[in-house]
């Protein structure tokens, strides 16, 4: 289950993930941003989520789009830990009933502030 790390213990990992990303993936693909750094959500996708009746956690899954750059999307999670989805049938508004968020700033290219996890 999800826990607390320390600052230090962060920036370890995401300095050895930024060293590597390049590495673990085939040559074909490097130096074309496939992986991503960071994402940024904003307060109200994650708010939105966490209103869907029945939410207790949230999940992230990660897609990718036709540029092949992989991508957060973001899903609410009932207390079963089934994914909390629109019915299969459904005719939904995005906007007036969200289930699943990819509304991120992606770095690269929208990159945040320097901070210790990210420099």
Request: some cysteine; glycine content about 4%.
């Amino acid at each position: 289950m999800s826990k607390p790390i320390s600052l230090q213990q962060g920036i370890k990992m995401t300095s050895f993930y930024r060293i590597q990303k390049e590495q673990i993936i085939a040559q074909a693909f490097q130096g074309k941003k496939i992986l991503a750094t960071c994402e940024t959500f904003s307060r109200k996708s994650i708010e939105d989520l966490l209103a869907k009746s029945g939410c207790e956690k949230l999940r992230i899954y990660y897609g990718m789009d036709d540029g092949f750059k992989v991508h957060a999307i973001l899903v609410a999670v009932n207390d079963a830990d089934q994914d909390i989805l629109p019915p299969a049938d459904s005719v939904i508004s995005l906007e007036a009933d969200p289930y699943l968020w990819n509304d991120s700033r992606r770095c690269p290219d929208d990159c945040p502030p320097s901070s210790s996890l990210n420099s």
